[in-house]
């Protein structure tokens, strides 16, 4: 008797898609083992080590900012095949480099823009982003590329369920506003496995190194997204955000991004976890080059009223901010330390440039102090709301291929294996908290007017994204500068400052922490393994105030011009 086939293990699905995904990059874009090994001991392959291994066209073309490049295929100075074409070896060359792609498209990008090539020949450009290649991260479903969201058991299928029709035909509604303005989606970015971790990390791609410090982490969940923004591999890129997932990847890279409020862009047909969660719920976001970069892209999203299509998209049109802009007297709460955890050197570094930036400039600073943010962590954490149901559906997911739980997860899973979910009253208490915290804060910001010269509430709160310069991988973390932000619903930025340097900013011996947690982050800092990590702050604006928050972005980038 012939005995029956065993089927593939895990691993062995998980190489065959990786395997799957480099044999669609051409051979001519394929990098030489020798190059791959001299980067693999490199503190940075961003910046000028991958401009090196590229010719000059691609390296150019690559480097133009995002209002550029769109202005230039409008006018058809540049063609949508060259532009893509120039960004797809280019995150081919990022991905072999970090492996930070977890679906290919290249073929199928190019095909794209020659068809928007012949049709702008015969009339107006498609849109405000025609040719504009973009990466995503795998959340998002593109036409003709996979999903798996870092899970091997959805490898060839759809979301686990390998006869599904919807497997080849479902599409994103941000991805379809996308395509309808011009744009083409080149390849999909790796991400945290459940989503639920700072550091990216899954059992298809493994973790996922920063291109600027390879001895830290690229941050998560949408850490892919981050890297390869940080080596140029895409245009601009898509990312989500629960609880710090755009704004911590866009700082340990050291590109911007910006988190928009609930309701201004759609996440309809988004694969995701604890996708039934709607009282914090995922948002989508954008990480790109420069405030302008994301400026265009969210004015031209916000173009195609997604509330026609999206019942969960407030009908809330474009508003330009020319008051704003010409404001010479803003006013900023700035908070450098939360009273937790003290940021590391050249965090503090980046604040106290930023306040001399904007005080030199004419703007007023005043001391931020609201009511506590380890509060809204609490309310945030797994077992009380974002993760109420326990992470069953993560257990159901990686049962699919009996694939294990990343090394990041195991102290929210510490039996690896869903947790007891809360009854409907223990959720409608957390809720209680959840509504009272914000009155709170809100409360707390209104009565700053009080204090400022201006006689209104600040503009605006700056204070870190993270109290380090990203994060070596095993070192205790704390994310109570962020995960707030997503718990009250504020629109948040993130701008890079500098870059750690351990000439300058040195470990303060004499500080005495005023907890356990604050001194095991504090011993964590090296200055010589920071060296060269990209150093970010983050501006906070209201709610739904996405327009404000990007016209201080521009201020502070100016203002920091100038210093």
Known sequence: MTSKPSSPTWRQKAAKKKER??????????????????????????????DSLLDPKTTHITNLDLPILMQMTRSGSLSAVELVT????????????????????????IEKAKSLDYQ??????????????????DQFYVKGMETSMAYVGWIDTFEGDRSSPRKDNVESEIIRELESLG??????????????????????????????????????????EGAVQALRGSAIGIGSDIGGSISIPAAFNGVYSIKPSVGRLSF????????????????????????????????????????LHDSDVLPLPWREQDDVLNDSHLSFGLMEFDGVVRPHPPIQRALNMVAKALSTSGHELIQWDPPAHTTALEIHKKNEITCANGGYDIFERLALSGEPLIPEMRSSFPDAKATTPLDAIQIEKAVIRLRAYKAEYHKYWMSTAKNTITGRPVDAIILPVWPSAAVEPGKPIYGGYIGFANVVDHSTMVIPVTRADMHIDKLDEAYNPVGEKDGEIWKSYDPKLYHGAPAAVQIQCRRLEEEKLLSIGKILTSALSEL
């Open 21 to 50: 995904d480099l044999a669609k990059i051409p051979n001519e874009w394929r990098l030489p083992p020798i190059t791959i090994d001299q980067a693999k001991t490199r503190c940075s392959i961003a910046d000028d080590f991958i």
């Open 86 to 109: 120039a960004f797809c070896k280019r995150a081919a060359y990022g991905h072999q480099l970090n492996d930070n792609l977890l679906e290919i498209g290249f073929q199928q990008a």
């Open 120 to 137: 702008r020949a015969l009339k107006q450009p498609v849109g405000p982003l025609h040719g504009l290649p973009i990466t995503v991260k």
């Open 183 to 224: 744009a083409i989606v080149i390849a999909k970015s790796t991400l945290v496995q459940t989503l639920g971790a700072i550091e990216t990390n899954n059992n298809i791609l493994g973790y996922n190194q920063n291109p600027r410090n390879q001895l830290l982490s690229s941050g998560g969940s949408s850490g892919g």
């Open 268 to 307: 309809m047909n988004v694969a995701d976890s604890s996708p039934g969660q709607s009282i914090i719920p995922t948002v989508p976001g954008i990480i790109g080059s420069s405030v302008a970069s994301l400026e265009y892209l969210l004015k031209s999203l916000i173009s195609t009223q997604p509330w």
